[in-house]
């Protein structure tokens, strides 16, 4: 992990008033690169074997530079050039993925957020530990295969997307479906609806809902949808499709607006409240966007079956504001309000509060 240290000399020997925001051309690019600009600040796309005509037809969307790359791990070699150009990084989850989290924590560039977050959310272990102890509720989790005695769904660790997640219901079941050469996970299926809470932790803000330190956000919702358990369920007969080589899978391909009912909304904003305090004991809190990953029971309990630590993909639809960051401040996105955080920080000599 690059030292505070050394993050803090960089920060102190950079030009404040040409500040360059900048991130990994995918996952949440767009709105990053839209709220970047609409804040005032110059962006950076980071391209790696990717077309980027694409940009030409979003142009409120596009960077206004590219830096491309052979690998994501180049930037490691190219922290000086980053550096020359006053480069703030904003990770997203498929930055961090194809980077890797260890290489990502020893960038020598100032990124936003707190890195020490990453070996929080990257190792399943420790994530089930962080929610826990803050009291969030979560599936039971099962230790040894054999021990399946219910419908589970096994997950591998870190941001893939969903890729590779399957549901089991027995161990001969589990056989079928594991990789053994990736660390995986065993919960317990919940039945229930699943919702995608986005919300943004600002400790240098003092207006809003007050938690020990700064204010915690509600930005907005989604749900998603995944190929090819969504169409899958409608066919019936899982295990016969299984017997023909089709099995279902999570990957992601969509995401879609959601709002709750609003009687939920108090124990939601306790649950992102609970997952922040605990973090400041923990690690020294997280900071900006992050998402709680729900289940809601038809007793309409809250489990928690997942953290990510920055902004998600599910913040997409919501570009030009949501129901709920629309009661903030109309029409700001997520990618806006970590533009707004970095800009408010630097007005105040506040960036290495939010800077790591």
Same mark, same amino acid.
């Given at each position: 992990?690059?030292?505070?240290?050394?993050?803090?000399?960089?920060?102190?020997?950079?030009?404040?008033?040409?500040? +360059?925001?900048?991130?990994?051309?995918?996952?949440?690019?767009?709105?990053?690169?839209?709220?970047?600009?609409?804040?005032?600040?110059?962006?950076?796309?980071?391209?790696?074997?990717? %077309?980027?005509?694409?940009?030409?037809?979003?142009?409120?969307?596009?960077?206004?530079?590219?830096?491309?790359?052979?690998?994501?791990?180049?930037?490691?070699?190219?922290?000086?050039?980053?550096?020359?150009?006053?480069?703030?990084?904003?990770?997203?989850?498929?930055?961090?993925?194809?980077?890797?989290?260890?290489?990502?924590?020893?960038?020598?560039?100032?990124?936003?957020?707190?890195?020490? +977050?990453?070996?929080?959310?990257?190792?399943?272990?420790?994530?089930?530990?962080?929610?826990?102890?803050?009291?969030?509720?979560?599936?039971?989790?099962?230790?040894?295969?054999?021990?399946?005695?219910?419908?589970?769904?096994?997950?591998?660790?870190?941001?893939?997307?969903?890729?590779?997640?399957?549901?089991?219901?027995?161990?001969?079941?589990?056989?079928?479906?594991?990789?053994?050469?990736?660390?995986?996970?065993?919960?317990?299926?919940?039945?229930?609806?699943?919702?995608?809470?986005?919300?943004?932790?600002?400790?240098?803000?003092?207006?809003?809902?007050?938690?020990?330190?700064?204010?915690?956000?509600?930005?907005?919702?989604?749900?998603?949808?995944?190929?090819?358990?969504?169409?899958?369920?409608?066919?019936?007969?899982?295990?016969?499709?299984? %017997?023909?080589?089709?099995?279902?899978?999570?990957?992601?391909?969509?995401?879609?607006?959601?709002?709750?009912?609003?009687?939920?909304?108090?124990?939601?904003?306790?649950?992102?409240?609970?997952?922040?305090?605990?973090?400041?004991?923990?690690?020294?809190?997280?900071?900006?966007?992050?998402?709680?990953?729900?289940?809601?029971?038809?007793?309409?309990?809250?489990? +928690?079956?997942?953290?990510?630590?920055?902004?998600?993909?599910?913040?997409?639809?919501?570009?030009?504001?949501?129901?709920?960051?629309?009661?903030?401040?109309?029409?700001?996105?997520?990618?806006?309000?970590?533009?707004?955080?970095?800009?408010?920080?630097?007005?105040?000599?506040?960036?290495?509060? +939010?800077?790591?």
């Amino acid at each position: 992990m690059v030292s505070r240290d050394r993050i803090n000399r960089i920060i102190d020997g950079y030009d404040k008033d040409n500040l +360059v925001i900048a991130t990994a051309c995918s996952h949440t690019s767009l709105q990053i690169f839209n709220g970047a600009r609409k804040e005032g600040f110059k962006t950076l796309g980071i391209a790696i074997s990717q %077309k980027t005509k694409f940009y030409d037809a979003f142009p409120r969307g596009k960077p206004d530079e590219f830096l491309f790359v052979d690998s994501y791990t180049e930037l490691l070699d190219r922290e000086e050039e980053l550096i020359k150009k006053n480069v703030i990084l904003v990770p997203h989850g498929s930055f961090v993925e194809y980077m890797t989290p260890k290489s990502f924590e020893a960038l020598e560039v100032p990124t936003f957020g707190n890195r020490h +977050v990453l070996e929080w959310e990257s190792d399943r272990d420790k994530e089930r530990t962080w929610l826990t102890s803050a009291g969030l509720e979560m599936p039971h989790k099962i230790e040894d295969p054999k021990m399946i005695d219910r419908p589970v769904l096994v997950k591998y660790d870190g941001a893939k997307g969903g890729r590779g997640f399957f549901i089991a219901k027995d161990y001969p079941d589990f056989k079928l479906g594991i990789d053994h050469n990736q660390k995986f996970s065993i919960q317990e299926y919940i039945l229930g609806t699943r919702y995608y809470i986005h919300f943004f932790y600002s400790p240098i803000r003092t207006e809003g809902y007050h938690l020990s330190k700064g204010v915690l956000e509600l930005m907005s919702m989604d749900r998603r949808d995944e190929s090819n358990i969504d169409e899958m369920y409608k066919l019936g007969g899982q295990e016969e499709l299984k %017997k023909l080589g089709h099995y279902p899978t999570f990957v992601v391909t969509g995401n879609v607006p959601v709002v709750v009912r609003e009687s939920l909304l108090p124990k939601l904003l306790e649950l992102g409240e609970r997952a922040i305090e605990r973090s400041l004991e923990l690690f020294g809190g997280m900071i900006g966007p992050f998402c709680l990953e729900c289940i809601v029971t038809d007793s309409l309990a809250v489990k +928690v079956f997942e953290i990510s630590s920055r902004i998600v993909a599910g913040t997409n639809p919501f570009i030009s504001g949501s129901p709920y960051s629309d009661l903030l401040e109309p029409g700001v996105s997520t990618g806006r309000r970590i533009a707004q955080e970095i800009k408010f920080a630097k007005e105040h000599d506040q960036l290495k509060e +939010v800077l790591s």
